[in-house]
T-cell receptor, first 114, second 115 residues
Framework: DAGVTQSPTHLIKTRGQQVTLRCSPK?????VSWYQQALGQGPQFIFQ???????QRGNFPDRFSGHQFPNYSSELNVNALLLGDSALYLC?????????????FGPGTRLTVT | DAKTTQPPSMDCAEGRAANLPCNHS???????VYWYRQIHSQGPQYIIH???NNETNEMASLIITEDRKSSTLILPHATLRDTAVYYC????????????????FGKGTLLTVNP
C-alpha cells in the first residue's frame, strides 16, 4: 500500500523564481492538504483540495497556489519566491468519507531560497 | 478549533511507559482530540484520535478525562525510535463542515527516550 509521496526531496531556488512541488496521495485517498513548516515550528496549513477545487485556505498570500488532478494528485506552486519561503513543505492526504478525517503525511520537500 | 497546551519537553527511560499530557480546556462537544508525532526531518505521523471514550491502537492509548478538558497519550513501552515531537490537536471531525479540514499544530512536546 503506497503511502504519500512527494517530489522533489530537496530544491534550491533563487529569490524571485517560481517553484512547483508535487504530491501523490496515499492509495484510495481523494483529498490533499499542503502545509509549510519553518525550522523549529509546527506545520502551518496552506490549503486543501477536494474534487479538484480548493475548499479551505490558511493565512498564505496569493503567491501560493495549487491544483488537484483527476487522479487526486496535487501540485503546490509558489511564485516570486522570498527568502522566508524556505521551509519544509508537507503534503497530507485523507479520505473524505472517513469519519475521523485523519491525515497522512508525506516526507516533505525541503525548499531553500537563496 | 480549541487551543491546546503541552509541556515543551519530556524525558522517558527506554522500556518504560511515556505519558504525554495535553490540556484543551476550551474543547467543544463535537471536537476530537488527535495526536501526531514528528521524528526529526520526517513528515508528521498520525497516532490516534478520540472524542470522549478512551482509545487504543497498536501504537498508543489515548485517555480523555470525563470533562474532556485534558487528555494523555500513553506509549506503553517507549523505545529509542519513539523520540520525536508529539502534537496534540483539537478539531472538528467527520462530517462537521466549516473549518474542520485543517490541522492546527502548536509547538508540541519533544519526547526524548533515553537508553
Amino acid at each position: 500500500d503506497a503511502g504519500v509521496t512527494q517530489s522533489p526531496t530537496h530544491l534550491i531556488k533563487t529569490r524571485g523564481q517560481q517553484v512547483t512541488l508535487r504530491c501523490s496521495p496515499k492509495s484510495g485517498h481523494d483529498t490533499v492538504s499542503w502545509y509549510q513548516q519553518a525550522l523549529g515550528q509546527g506545520p502551518q496549513f496552506i490549503f486543501q483540495y477536494y474534487e479538484e477545487e480548493e475548499r479551505q485556505r490558511g493565512n498564505f498570500p496569493d503567491r501560493f497556489s495549487g491544483h488537484q488532478f483527476p487522479n487526486y494528485s496535487s501540485e503546490l506552486n509558489v511564485n516570486a519566491l522570498l527568502l522566508g519561503d524556505s521551509a519544509l513543505y508537507l503534503c497530507a492526504s485523507s479520505l473524505e468519507l472517513q469519519a475521523g478525517y485523519e491525515q497522512y503525511f508525506g516526507p516533505g520537500t525541503r525548499l531553500t531560497v537563496t | 478549533d480549541a487551543k491546546t497546551t503541552q509541556p515543551p519537553s519530556m524525558d522517558c527511560a527506554e522500556g518504560r511507559a511515556a505519558n504525554l499530557p495535553c490540556n484543551h480546556s476550551t474543547i467543544s462537544g463535537n471536537e476530537y482530540v488527535y495526536w501526531y508525532r514528528q521524528i526529526h526531518s520526517q513528515g508528521p505521523q498520525y497516532i490516534i484520535h478520540g472524542l470522549k471514550n478512551n482509545e487504543t491502537n497498536e501504537m498508543a492509548s489515548l485517555i480523555i478525562t470525563e470533562d474532556r478538558k485534558s487528555s494523555t497519550l500513553i506509549l506503553p513501552h517507549a523505545t529509542l525510535r519513539d523520540t520525536a515531537v508529539y502534537y496534540c490537536i483539537v478539531r472538528l471531525g467527520g462530517n462537521s463542515g466549516g473549518s474542520n479540514y485543517k490541522l492546527t499544530f502548536g509547538k508540541g512536546t519533544l519526547l526524548t527516550v533515553n537508553p
